[in-house]
Antibody, heavy 116, light 107 residues
Framework: QVRLVQSGAEMKKPGASVKVSCKAS????????IHWVRQATGQGLEWMGW????????GYAQKFPARVTMTRNTSISTAYLEVSSLTSEDTAVYYC?????????WGQGTLVTVSS | EIVMTQSPATLSVSPGERATLSCRAS??????LAWYQQKPGQAPRFLIY???TRATGIPARFSGSGSGTEFTLTISSLQSEDFAVYHC?????????FGQGTKLEIK
């Protein structure tokens, strides 16, 4: 069965960077884009961008491009999201999701807390 | 970017009754509209794509309709497990965008 398993919760100080991983199983990793979506506490879902694991091509929402990097390691079917120059406004749960147009399978989420 | 607006923000419905949730796009998204259900502490669950096609394993009491800018999610005969937050998402144009969500609560 399709599964996306994300890395554990992180606590970071303002100005630091965080890297979240998303390990895929149950399907051919390079055949589907991976999207990243975040959700601040009590807020809606915010789409951050996409990555094609086959080519490594990426696209980011205009709000994020300078601070967000999406990468992958195809040998271990894992996608990564790195966010730099963290502020308190980046405190959120970060999700990876497989894309078939819409997002059919989601990781369990990774809580990133930014606090001094 | 396309702005997705969901209404109402909160909907109170009794179990066994029908719930109708709305989603409006600021410009046409054709039928490239998805719905997700989210319960507290959980990831979103994929319900509907192509505005009206149920995802695998989704009960028939969930139905979607609409095209262009106006969309509806209908849940007939609400079950206890249906009370959750529902999100719509357009995937017609980058950046893909979500509505702010509708909380479906027990009346």
């Amino acid at each position: 069965q399709v599964r996306l398993v994300q890395s554990g919760a992180e606590m970071k100080k303002p100005g630091a960077s965080v890297k979240v991983s998303c390990k895929a199983s149950g399907y051919t990793f390079t055949n589907y884009d991976i999207h990243w979506v975040r959700q601040a506490t009590g807020q809606g879902l915010e789409w951050m961008g996409w990555m094609n694991p086959g080519s490594g091509n990426t696209g980011y929402a205009q709000k994020f491009p300078a601070r967000v990097t999406m990468t992958r390691n195809t040998s271990i079917s894992t996608a990564y999201l790195e966010v730099s120059s963290l502020t308190s406004e980046d405190t959120a749960v970060y999700y990876c999701a497989r894309a078939v147009g819409a997002n059919d399978f989601w990781g369990q989420g990774t809580l990133v807390t930014v606090s001094s | 970017e396309i702005v997705m607006t969901q209404s109402p923000a909160t909907l109170s419905v009794s179990p066994g009754e029908r719930a109708t949730l709305s989603c409006r796009a600021s410009q046409s998204v054709s039928i490239n509209l998805a719905w997700y259900q989210q319960k507290p502490g959980q990831a979103p669950r994929f319900l509907i794509y192509g505005a009206s096609t149920r995802a695998t394993g989704i009960p028939a009491r969930f139905s979607g309709s609409g095209s262009g800018t106006e969309f509806t999610l209908t849940i007939s005969s609400l079950q206890s497990e249906d009370f959750a937050v529902y999100h719509c998402q357009q995937y017609n144009n980058w950046p893909y965008t979500f509505g702010q969500g509708t909380k479906l609560e027990i009346k």
